[in-house]
Nanobody
């Protein structure tokens, strides 16, 4: 099955850290820009961060800038979202997807060659 698979979610205390992973299953990420979105119950989906791996361009939403870090491994088959200084407002289901990634925004096209993961839940509680 061709899909993106997120992992690494779980329970984290306020102020703590968590690292999410996004890996392709059934296909290779290649040079596709990858983004992270999140959605909490009752809230709109928010584009959190993206990385354009051809030139290293990154985007971060203001809500996470300075706290979250998006990166890729040397094999370029996994994209990470490192979450630091987590707050209760960061609690959500986090999804990764193939996106268009720009310096000031990210965009999920939803085309036939675009992929969206099943999500991993992040709970913030002491």
């Amino acid at each position: 099955q061709v899909q993106l698979v997120e992992s690494g979610g779980g329970l984290v205390q306020p102020g703590g850290s968590l690292r999410l992973s996004c890996k392709a299953s059934g296909f290779t990420l290649g040079d596709s820009p990858i983004g992270w979105f999140r959605q909490a119950p009752g809230k709109e989906r928010e584009g959190v961060a993206c990385i354009r791996r051809t030139d290293g361009e990154r985007y971060y939403a203001d809500s996470v800038k300075g706290r979250f870090l998006i990166s890729t491994n040397n094999a370029r088959d996994t994209v990470y979202l490192e979450m630091n200084t987590v707050t209760p407002e960061d609690a959500a289901t986090y999804y990764c997807a193939t996106v268009e990634c720009y310096r000031n925004r990210l965009h999920y096209r939803g085309g036939p060659l675009d992929y969206w993961g099943q999500g991993t839940q992040v709970t913030v509680s002491s």
